[in-house]
């Protein structure tokens, strides 16, 4: 066991508690990563203020990046002093849904009250995601974990853990975007403006955001959307039919998890159409929708977790697109805090005009 410092929830919504834990070493096929970066996402948030229930003590934390530290046995493919990027996809590899090439829907459980870390005085701490990232160094599965060049910048590669895969993968492995298709992205925040340049990179005709603040629709335009609609007019999705000639969109990607653009979501569509839901709602919360114009139209609803990527296929073509500039990583970020700052990082978050922060741990 070694102690560490880091970002404790001890009750839901109340401020997180910097404090020391410890971390036992790596297990068979398991590695301790030094970290470097930790972004805060929503799904941090929405865990922290009890949304989605789960273990408590815990420590969150799943868009991370650094440097192995220590592997336990078997471990291959990653060494000590290797740059990783830290998922929370923890893949056993032989269930059904991994052997099937759906990594992100594993089928074999994760005890998180089990994990490597425990209280300082030796108590039960919650490895929140299978990742527990706001905190100096985790242990993780080796399957969590991809190898980045040296030269990738710590806190850009942190984002792609989990923002990054999940708005880019949501168009073009979840929605199957072809070049010259059309989209619909409600919400242009950290996960809708990089389903707006995943649909950029994937050669969309022309990409429409919608959201509640010209601010948000002026940031979609900096990623690649070709229009901005605002959410708050009567009847928004009139409005993406003029964008789009007359016409509703082959794929709508749903990134926010408001309930009103879940109804609305199918309203975007065109023949054939398909919406992606990747935001995530409160359990409990109910969505309207009319199966009848599904069938007749021949329209489709899938969600989609983590942008249903194969993050040891997915990661290395984004960490290439960034480095060669065609990926925007360094202006997603609008703020970077230390550990220490972390309850005023996500109170800046909770605010609504943040992309992505992050916490660097300056190493
Ligand atoms: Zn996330
Ligand atoms: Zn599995």
Request: proline residues 4%; glycine residues 14%.
């Amino acid at each position: 066991m070694q102690t560490i410092k880091a970002a404790v929830c001890h009750e839901f919504g109340a401020p997180l508690v910097i404090e020391d834990i410890q971390l036992r070493a790596p297990k068979v096929g398991e590695v301790e990563v030094t970290l470097h970066a930790v972004a805060i996402c929503h799904s941090d948030i929405s865990f922290a203020d009890g949304a989605w229930g789960g273990s408590l003590p815990a420590v969150y934390g799943h868009e991370a990046a650094g440097v192995v530290s220590a592997v336990g046995e078997t471990v291959q493919g990653v060494a000590v002093g290797d740059s990783v990027v830290v998922t929370l996809i923890r893949a056993c590899g032989t269930c059904p849904s991994c052997a099937g090439g759906k990594p992100t829907i594993c089928e074999t459980p994760y005890d998180g009250d089990q994990g490597p870390i425990r209280t300082a005085d030796d108590g039960m701490l919650h490895q929140a995601m299978a990742c527990g990232a706001f905190a100096e160094k985790v242990v993780v599965d080796q399957s969590q974990l991809v190898k980045v060049p040296a030269s990738m910048p710590m806190d850009a590669a942190s984002l792609i853990a989990c923002g990054v895969i999940t708005g880019v993968g949501a168009v073009v492995n979840a929605a199957g975007l072809r070049a010259g298709e059309d989209v619909v992205v409600i919400g242009a925040g950290g996960v809708g403006l990089n389903a707006i340049q995943g649909a950029r990179i994937a050669g969309a005709r022309r990409i429409v955001a919608v959201d509640m603040t010209e601010d948000k629709l002026d940031d979609a335009t900096a990623f690649g959307a070709t229009h901005g609609v605002l959410a708050t007019g009567e009847a928004p999705w009139r409005e993406a039919y003029k964008a789009l000639g007359g016409k509703g969109a082959e794929a709508v990607i749903v990134t926010v998890g408001a309930i009103p653009a879940y109804d609305q979501a199918p309203r975007y569509l065109g023949r054939g159409g398909k919406v992606v839901m990747v935001g995530m709602p409160h359990s409990g919360a109910m969505a309207e929708y009319e199966p009848v114009n599904l069938a007749y139209l021949g329209q489709g609803m899938v969600g989609s977790k983590m942008g249903d990527v194969v993050i040891q296929r997915d990661i290395p073509w984004m960490v290439d697109l960034y480095l060669q500039g065609r990926l925007q990583l360094d202006s997603l970020i609008s703020g970077r805090w230390s550990l220490d700052q972390i309850n005023d990082a996500i109170a800046d978050t909770k605010g609504g005009k943040a992309r992505r922060n992050v916490i660097m741990f300056n190493r």
